[in-house]
């Protein structure tokens, strides 16, 4: 069977079962699958958070989170990834991103998952608003999410 890879970006939550199970679906050459749901936290540091807005521009987005996605397959003896990540406004408790990846063997599936998910920390193109009670601001980028990313870089 071939590779599958779902790249959805949506408002709508999303049912990590679901997934998961729809990745490995009918298939016994999987041995492994890793997940990862990012959720929204309701601190930032010691500041209550009321919720995050995450922007986006649909196609780009979605081409370039592609693109990541084949260099995980062509990195990785994957047999399937599933990447959800969502948009608009999101409370805290709620998912925000899935990252699921399929493969014959644990190693395969835990990195192709780590480095999808630092590459969506930093470089997706998504813009977040951080909405607290000192009102709205955007989320600027973080060092050790790109000391994160930087792992993955070849030389």
């Known amino acids: 069977m071939g590779m599958a890879a779902t790249i959805r970006i949506q408002e709508a939550d999303f049912d990590i079962a ?9 298939r016994t050459d ?10 929204c936290r309701g601190t930032e540091g010691s500041e209550p ?21 084949d260099e995980a397959m062509a990195r990785w003896p994957l047999q399937g990834l599933t990447i959800i990540h969502r948009f608009g406004r999101i409370a805290p408790g709620e998912n925000i991103v899935l990252v699921v990846t399929a493969s014959s063997h644990r190693q395969a599936a835990f990195e192709a998952a780590e480095f999808l998910m630092d590459y969506l920390k930093t470089n997706a193109p998504f813009w977040k608003q951080e909405e607290s009670a000192r009102g709205n601001s955007w989320i600027e980028a973080r060092d050790h999410d790109d000391v994160a990313a930087a792992r993955w870089t070849k030389s």
């Open 30 to 39: 999987v041995g492994a699958v890793v997940s990862f749901t990012g959720i």
């Open 49 to 69: 958070i009321a919720a995050l807005t995450l922007e986006h521009y649909p196609g780009m987005a979605e081409a370039e989170i592609k693109r990541h996605a």
């Open 18 to 26: 679901r997934e998961i199970a729809a990745l490995g679906q009918g």
